[in-house]
């Protein structure tokens, strides 16, 4: 059914001035006010309807930032509560390289300001990142801020300033978000739901210490409905700073019930305070460690995040390096997560990003932080595993049986994702360290999903194809000829319940050399062969990362053949999935995470 929008009544237009005042509210001060511009000038009964509606004016209030604007929309508002936030849309590079519009807070006018000072009963939003005036300060410590819901504030001292905390309290009893910056305070804020507390000026006096510590622990004890929680660069959880021994009995045990994410960003944390705190144990957590002994810091780190790392539904670990030799990713999520590994919200997860220090007092590679980590988790909970990017790059090298290694105690995996690079042998990971004597008379029986696989028999993937299906025919021979090999016990494969493996980067496209594809492929053979040789055949081969075969004619047929081959090595039921993209220059889109590959198995 059509709607004639000149005939809309005044109340619904208001209705979806203020739906797109809340849903986008970033306005370009040097161009108008966005869409409201153009809104107004639909027709007269619009813009009469726009002019009225108080509370949008009350909302965009510092949309401009010349006095006579401002006064202007300041006198349309009435008295609605009032909103002092200059946003504006900023165009930001995301890790990939693609634009993405962000609002940045930008300052309010020295006159905005002031006229929020004179209006503080009225304010519902207050975000400002410049200096604030002594009086200002003053005031919001003397008047209660029954409507505020909303406050960002930056550092108003100077340099001469010697600690985060400043000796005032708000009494703030709507507040629902605050975002501070070189500065903390008390406050009175009961219904707090978000709480950002970071660092981010060119100073290094602005961080909690021995005497001010203690004030964030009492402001996370009054906000008992806190629902998210980021603190950056402020050297917040370190026990000395909270000092311990003084601290009184009712700080050290916090109930933050209804938490649902917590950010931290620092450097040197041994999180004595974070122990206080008592949280789900399935959180969206993100720590990162600016500079990183990882010796030395990670089991600090992992023993604070003991309930986290054991969270029953966590099935799925990701680890992967990046930027040079300068950064390591650890993240725990539940399989079947929609959420891509970029996103800053989603269902929740463990992760954890360090920048090593180019300095370590030990040095350690990628596999040796795992090895540090495998004592605080489950590794029987572990279903799928992605180590697609270890090894590479600048990374330093590591011996292959040294991730047989690793591999060892996550028994339980049924898929992987592992580096298929030529120049690190794949079948040195996963094939046995020292096979024994071939049985072939013995044999070795097991039964998957109906599928009866006797190694001896020489029947191996031959029900349910017809008799004169050449895969049939293919699929026989190699039974014939894997059960001259002998069987295999089971118990001597790493990763024994292994069903998908997913092949990273097998066309070699880092080192822009095709000449290993050969190598590569053998290596996968013989993998999925010893699988078979012991009754535990592989329902699903994948492989990922780029193709890198363009303009290589003998290659890519050569390639074909091998994914020909491969088809008749995986198991009747299951499939071989080529995931692999063309070369492009934007390498990083090759490396795919297993929480990203959507295959159909």
């Not at 979806?16 to 809104?39: C, E, K, M, T």
């Not at 990939?96 to 002031?114: C, I, M």
Request: with cysteine; proline share 5%; aromatic share 8%.
């Amino acid at each position: 059914m059509s709607v004639d929008i000149y005939s809309l009544p005044t109340e619904t237009l208001c209705k979806i001035f203020l739906y797109l005042s809340d849903q986008d509210p970033v306005v370009p001060r040097s161009n108008g006010v966005h869409w409201i511009s153009s809104a107004t000038h639909v027709c007269r009964k619009w813009r009469q309807a726009a002019i009225g509606c108080s509370e949008l004016w009350a909302n965009v209030i510092c949309a401009f930032a010349s006095d006579a604007a401002t006064d202007c929309l300041f006198a349309r508002a009435r008295s609605r509560p009032l909103h002092f936030s200059a946003r504006v849309a900023e165009v930001a590079e995301t890790e990939l390289g693609r634009s993405k519009v962000e609002p940045t807070v930008h300052d309010l006018s020295v006159y905005q300001v002031a006229l929020a000072e004179e209006n503080l009963a009225r304010l519902r939003v207050f975000e400002h990142r410049g200096v604030l005036p002594a009086s200002f300060v003053k005031a919001i410590t003397t008047n209660p801020l029954t409507h505020l819901t909303i406050l960002r504030l930056r550092c108003w001292r100077g340099d001469a300033a010697v600690s985060l905390v400043v000796d005032i309290q708000l009494n703030v009893p709507a507040l629902r978000e605050l975002y501070l910056d070189g500065v903390f305070f008390a406050l009175n804020a009961p219904l707090l739901l978000v709480l950002e507390v970071t660092h981010t000026l060119e100073c290094e006096w602005s961080e909690f210490d021995n005497d001010s510590s203690p004030a964030l622990l009492m402001t996370l004890k009054t906000a008992p409905l806190l629902q998210r929680l980021a603190v950056s660069d402020t050297f917040a959880l370190l026990a000395e700073h909270g000092l311990p021994d003084l601290l009184p009995d009712d700080l050290k045990s916090i109930e933050l019930p209804i938490l649902s994410e917590i950010s931290i960003s620092d450097t040197g944390a041994d999180f004595g305070l974070y122990d206080y705190l008592h949280i789900p144990c399935d959180v969206d957590i993100h720590f990162e460690d600016n500079t990183c002994d990882p010796g030395g810091d990670l089991p600090i780190i992992f023993e604070a995040m003991r309930s986290h790392l054991l969270c029953p539904k966590y099935d799925t670990l990701i680890v992967y390096e990046k930027y040079g030799d300068e950064h390591v990713h650890i993240s725990l999520r539940r399989h079947g997560s929609e959420r891509h590994h970029q996103d800053l919200e989603g269902e929740s997860e463990f992760r954890l990003d360090i920048c090593i220090d180019p300095d370590p007092t030990e040095p350690l590679n990628t596999l040796e932080i795992v090895e540090l980590l495998v004592p605080y988790i489950d590794t029987s909970n572990i279903r799928h595993l992605d180590f697609g990017e270890i090894g590479t790059g600048d990374y330093d090298e590591f011996d292959e049986g040294d991730l047989r290694r690793v591999l060892a105690p996550f028994t339980n995996v049924q898929t992987a994702i592992l580096n298929g690079n030529p120049f690190w042998s794949l079948n040195v990971c996963l094939c046995r360290d020292e096979p024994s004597e071939p049985d072939a008379e013995k044999g070795c029986e097991s039964s998957d999903e109906g599928i009866s696989v006797t190694v001896t028999d020489a029947n191996l993937y031959t029900s349910g194809e017809g008799s004169n299906s050449d895969l049939w025919r293919r699929r026989h021979l190699n039974a014939q000829r894997l059960a001259k090999k002998g069987a295999i016990n089971p118990s001597e494969l790493t990763l024994p319940n292994l069903n998908h493996l997913i092949v990273q980067d097998l066309s070699n496209a880092d080192v822009m050399d095709g000449s290993l594809l050969e190598e590569a492929w053998d290596a996968v053979f013989e993998v999925v062969e010893e699988r078979i040789r012991a009754g535990r055949p592989l329902k699903a081969l994948s492989l990922s990362g780029y193709r890198h075969l363009t303009g290589l004619d003998d290659l890519r047929e050569e390639d074909a053949e091998y994914l020909r081959r491969a088809d008749e090595l995986v198991d009747p039921s299951g499939k071989v999935n080529d995931c692999r993209e063309p070369y492009s220059s934007e390498y990083a889109l090759a490396h795919l995470r297993i929480s990203d590959l959507k295959l159909d198995i």
